[in-house]
């Protein structure tokens, strides 16, 4: 079971802890809605203190119906 809290602005969120190949960790709070399909979206700086290599460029639909173009981090 995932345990989170419910903010003041009635966001979801839950703490998560990414891991990197050498078994560097860093832990986040993550902001989730009902519409997750798995991927995270992550500030530049949490991808660059993690190391984590560009992999290529993805599209994704957003919640108001709209595609966007993303960078996806392997």
Known sequence: MIKGKVTESLESVIS???VVFNGKKHSIEAIIDTGFDGA???PSSTIAALGWAWRTRGRGLLADG???VFDIYL
């Open 16 to 18: 998560l802890t990414l």
């Open 40 to 42: 995270l979206s992550l």
């Open 66 to 68: 709209s595609e966007s």
